[in-house]
């Protein structure tokens, strides 16, 4: 399986069911793996039907043991809201038709089911969060708003988590991060309420294209009560939903002490923002001088290179006037080598014309035929 990002992960028995996403490249997938746990191998299942087309950050859930559903996800510049139901018996895609209140478009979603109750919360389509939490009877594949959130809430994230957890005996979603436009920490928390049953159809499996889906979708809503409780060191939210209407969320009103602790810790903020902020401006100003003193410095560089570059040009043509010079002094060495040899050569000639001339009585003496003088 190649390495991806994105995927949806679902627990189905003992094996895991691994859906879509995108690789390395960021090129989309649309393909189906399976981990069994027991001999832990990994399989690429070949499914017949439309399968979804290739996408990231979608929600996966498994209905009854046997059908995985894949709701939404996006490519890299469109968002779905499409639903697609995987029989994991016959490994056969179909596309039902959707009931009630069909959620928008998003990707980044998360989910949880409850029974036959599929959540979703959060999730954005490009442009901004998602507010509404909706609810999916994966029986009647029926749509229905629990609540919409107002503004730019952690709620209306991308990239949230949600779990199911209980306390007191009572089922509670719990969502936690999430990006919209900030990562934020804040805990949200969700306690449905079973005011109503839900209805599933006769044969306990999603009623793909069941005329009477649209009739149990009323019979089909959760009531959702919403309580608030302020934590330590997170908001908890909860959301209500009287009558199948919903409703906006509201948070108690807070005691006069945690008010007066909350704008002490606002005027501590703010002064330690002030500070920081007349910190910024000193480091400002001492970046500007440096930035000038470097400036400065640069030029100073510049110049003194200019003069550097002159002097290693003066020192070349010195090297080669030394060069030259040696050569002279060389040439000159070998002619001093040369007028000593011929002067030494002109005293030994000196000497033997001197040698001659004594010896043969002179010029005058040899024109008078005088003889040569006799050796005593």
């Avoid at 809430?153 to 991060?177: H, R, T």
């Avoid at 005329?211 to 908890?236: I, M």
Wanted: net charge negative; aromatic share 6%.
């Amino acid at each position: 399986m190649v390495s991806r990002g994105g995927q949806s992960v679902t627990l189905v028995g003992n094996t895991l069911v691994i859906f879509g996403g995108q690789d390395g490249n960021r090129t989309l997938l649309n393909d189906l793996h399976i981990l069994d746990f027991e001999t832990m191998t990994w399989d690429e299942i070949d499914t017949i039907g439309v399968s979804p087309s290739p996408r990231a950050d979608h929600a996966a859930a498994v209905h009854a043991e046997r059908y995985l559903l894949i709701f939404g996800g996006g490519t890299h510049s469109t968002c779905f809201n499409d639903l697609h139901v995987l029989d994991l018996k016959t490994m056969e895609w179909s596309k039902p038709s959707q009931q009630g209140e069909i959620p928008s478009p998003r990707a980044g979603h998360a989910g949880v089911t409850i029974g036959e109750s599929w959540f979703i919360v959060g999730g954005g389509d490009n442009k901004s969060g998602v507010s509404e939490t909706v609810v999916l009877n994966m029986s009647t594949l029926s749509w229905s708003v629990v609540t919409t959130v107002q503004g730019r809430v952690p709620l209306a994230s991308e990239g949230l988590s949600l779990v199911l957890s209980s306390y007191n005996g009572e089922d509670i979603l719990v969502s936690f991060g999430g990006y919209n436009g900030r990562y934020n920490n804040e805990v949200n928390l969700l306690k449905p309420s079973y005011k109503s049953t839900l209805q599933a159809t006769g044969s306990g499996v999603p009623a793909l294209d069941s005329a009477s889906g649209a009739q149990n979708a009323t019979n089909g809503t959760r009531d959702v009560d919403l309580e608030f409780e302020a934590g330590q060191e997170a908001k908890v939210r909860e959301i209500s939903m009287e009558n199948n209407e919903p409703q906006t969320s509201e948070v108690n009103e807070v005691s006069e002490s945690t008010l007066a602790t909350l704008k002490a810790e606002k005027e501590e903020l703010e002064s330690a923002l002030s500070s920081e902020k007349s910190q910024s401006n000193e480091l400002k100003q001492q970046l500007i001088e440096a930035e000038s003193k470097n400036s400065n410095l640069y030029k100073e560089l510049q110049a003194l290179r200019v003069q550097l570059a002159a002097e290693q040009s003066r020192c070349f043509k010195l090297e080669v006037d030394v060069a030259e010079l040696r050569q002279k002094l060389q040439t000159m060495d070998a002619l001093q080598k040369e007028v000593e040899i011929l002067q030494r050569q002109k005293a030994a000639s000196e000497e033997a014309y001197a040698k001659q001339k004594q010896s043969s009585g002179g010029v005058w003496g040899w024109l008078a035929g005088t003889p040569p003088p006799t050796d005593a």
